[in-house]
């Protein structure tokens, strides 16, 4: 592993690829787009921004897959889903063992926030990360919120030690919905996607996912 940035002592950039992609059929971060596999498209833009960022795989032999297709020039480390003492009795994969596995990674190297994402964003953009890690400086989480209330807690910021905390406690109580790892007792910034995120992304690109090979079509138009 290479040396920590200054600047991303603050904050490391954390995107989960061990999910098992059951409605896509394959890896979804490695599916080939225009000859480049689809992880690669955020991790360029992502880059840009001179963060540490980390891959959260669920095995050795993801990770293996991963770096024999992609530049891995562009990431910090790869880090393997915790073998914890509960998974056992979880029978779907779920994101919350990657966020617990990253947190409590990036907690003993010493990192204050995590930005996360998911790896099926591929046209994520650059100026709306920086909005987020902007609006973030004096809160614990800054999470995007569209006006119906539903959150996207798959592209926000938490506060590494207090997200370990909140997600192990969840996942001793099968509590695996992602919005319950947000403790109403931190300072949290809900930003309005429709009105503060959109002057930045006005056909909210960086929202767009890919959960079928149907949504490769859309995606290739955008």
């Known amino acids: 592993m290479s040396k920590i940035k200054d600047k991303s002592k603050y904050l490391a950039i954390t995107i ?21 596999p689809l992880i690669s498209y955020q991790l360029e833009t992502l880059a840009k921004l001179n963060y540490d960022i980390f891959l959260v795989a669920h095995s050795k032999q993801q990770i293996q897959k991963y770096i024999n297709k992609i530049d891995i020039k562009n990431i910090m480390a790869f880090i393997i889903d915790e ?12 994101p919350i063992i990657g966020l617990y596995s990253a947190f409590k990674e990036l907690s003993k190297l010493g990192y204050k926030k995590s930005l996360v994402l998911p790896c099926d964003t591929p046209l994520v953009q650059k100026n709306v990360i920086e909005f987020l890690i902007l609006n973030c400086k004096n809160y614990d989480c800054c999470i995007p919120q569209w006006e119906n209330g539903f959150l996207e807690p798959l592209l926000a910021i938490y506060p590494i030690k207090k997200a370990l905390h909140s997600t192990e406690k969840n996942i001793k109580r099968q509590n695996l919905k992602l919005v319950n790892i947000i403790d109403k007792t931190w300072k949290i910034n809900y930003l309005s996607i429709e009105n503060e995120i959109r002057p930045l992304d006005n056909k909210f690109l960086t929202f767009i996912n890919i959960n079928k090979i149907s949504d490769i079509d859309k995606i290739k138009k955008k």
């Open 16 to 36: 989960l690829i061990g999910g098992k992609s059951t409605r896509f059929g394959s890896d979804k971060g490695l599916f080939q787009i225009s000859g480049k």
């Open 83 to 94: 073998q914890y003492i509960d998974i056992s009795k979880i029978e779907e994969q779920t």
